[in-house]
């Protein structure tokens, strides 16, 4: 069960994120730095209303045993309100927002995305369904097939000179068509009634994520939003760069630790989920680690090539982000221990703490620009993550050695891959044109790295080799 659930979350991550990832290629053709700017400025506001609504009772349902007709039918009567409410405050706050940035542009956006809101809030109920009865595959043809719709519509309206409209259209369409293609495929809808008893239960476990997640949205997009008062081509940089880091980082998230947390909860058998933890401690060291040295070789010619010059500028700050997607994915990692073990309220002031630093560290790097300021995130963030392995040291039982070594040991073959690659590259960067380049990058990297793994095997490449290649023998 566990194998093809991240199989088709493989599918669905990969699937969804090739779609919008290809849609963002054209728009950053078709529009300007100003305009991803526009919708930087607001992307802290977004995810923030967008968890508030929530509260963090979907984990709840996850991490219960068995959550009844009851517990969903009160969940989605809760979120429904919640997204009204905040969509109503976020288009009564448009004008003030708008005057605080100095664009009325910024007006209209808001007022659509508060509308989405509501859709937004209708899916969650439906999607953590299919998430806590590991209905992966369907949860798959939904999500590419509402992806292929909001991001189509989107290409359209800005290939027609709607501008930013083109951005703000893939975020409202999405909302719609995941409600609409989640009650199809799931033929379920659940009952309009709450229940106080419910509500405490799931409320008391989720409280302390959903002030965890804020938290989190805070400090990831505070950079971006900042910026936006010094220019929007600025802040319209940062969100490209951070955009194209996330998308990765984004594939590995979902498709190992998201469903990893649905696997493990489901898991009653505490030797069996111990080793669970510390298989894929060592599975998302090893590729998120490996994904950001290959993201490093590629960050030039692929911003060459994918968006054309007018988007070079973000290079430097993109390889900066690189090393916090990594620290990120690790701390979530490190968080779904932490709720695997009911420990969210040490989620929630862990977050608080970093968020704090991180104000601080930015205060000090803002006069001096916009790689000063992405450096301040990424410091917060590595002191955080130093807390966070401590305390899986401690909830586990394991001893500290024991994880780094978890953590590190992998990484030889990879990292002597990108010292390989790097020479390369200097020697082949004035010779090539930047499609090839990138080819090349790729299939050095990956060729070097498992011709080294066959030479010098470690034993997590030995058992996802042998997972591959049992794969493909039952194919044939």
Known sequence: MAKGVYKWMAIDRIGTTVITFTGNIVLARLLTQFDFGLLGMLAMFIGLAYNASSCGLSDGLINKAHPTER???????????????????????SKIVANFFGYPELIGIMWAVGICFFFNTLVFTQETRMRKELSIKKMCIVRISASVCAVGLGIWLAANGYSYWGLVSCRVFLSFFLFVFYVIASRWFPKIAFYKDSFKELFGYGINLMWAYMVTIISRYINSTVLGTRSSADSGIYSQAQKMEEVPFGIIETTFNWPFFAVAANELDPVKRKQLCREMLQWMSLLNISVGMLLMLLSAPGFLFLFGEKWMNAVPIFRILIIFGIASALKAFFQTILKLHSRTALIRNYSIVELIIQLGLLAIAYPYGIKAIAWSQIVAL???????????????????????????SPLSIPFAAFIVTAIGYTYWNDLLNPFVSCVVILALFCSTTILLWEFFPHPIYIKYRAR????????K
């Open 71 to 93: 517990d969903y039918s009160t969940v989605f009567v809760f979120n429904a309100g919640m997204g009204i409410v905040l969509g109503s405050i976020f288009i009564l706050c």
């Open 382 to 408: 590595g002191i955080i993550l130093g807390v966070y392995l401590f305390k899986y040291h401690r909830l586990e039982d394991e001893k500290l050695k024991t994880i780094f070594m978890d953590m590190l």
């Open 468 to 475: 591959v290649l049992s794969h493909f023998n039952l194919k």
